[in-house]
């Protein structure tokens, strides 16, 4: 439980760094330079750029938990971290570029669709029925921290 929820930990980091990155700046006390700011990005192109991670997330959600009988829940969630991370330590150096960018954060999107579904199954498959519940709360706590230390 403590794997799954360092995992989801992890990809709650991930997943903010670019909300945190590309924000518009402040008003009042502004002088920070963020994505946006930097490279002069519309409202609507930020939009897009933080958008079209959850397109990438969405599209993998249904098909994972189907193969996830076949394949180790394990691997695949690994696998989601680490190409998450590998998509979100690209980003800036793609940032130039912004269709380069949602290329990036589209398949950061996909990388980190993988998690839930396999950390669900890995629930279902290593804790015993009783015991579920309290380590989903446990696990679905490192979304939260992961939140709030990206902040």
Request: with cysteine.
């Amino acid at each position: 439980v403590g794997f799954l929820m360092m995992g989801n930990f992890t990809s709650y980091c991930l997943r903010m760094s670019m909300s945190t990155a590309g924000q518009k700046p402040q008003k009042i006390g502004g002088g920070a330079k963020t994505m946006y700011s930097e490279f002069e990005w519309s409202d609507v192109q930020l939009g897009f750029a933080l958008g079209v991670f959850y397109l990438g997330y969405l599209l993998l959600q249904l098909p994972v938990k189907c193969f996830l009988r076949y394949i180790s829940a394990k691997n695949i969630f690994l696998l989601g971290i680490l190409g998450a991370t590998v998509m979100t330590v690209i980003t800036p150096a793609c940032a130039p570029n912004f269709w380069l960018l949602l290329m990036v954060r589209f398949c950061t999107g996909l990388f980190e669709g993988v998690t839930y579904p396999s950390m669900a199954h890995m629930v279902v498959v290593w804790v015993p029925f009783n015991e579920r519940s309290k380590a989903l709360a446990v696990t679905s706590s490192g979304a939260y921290l992961g939140t709030a230390v990206s902040l």
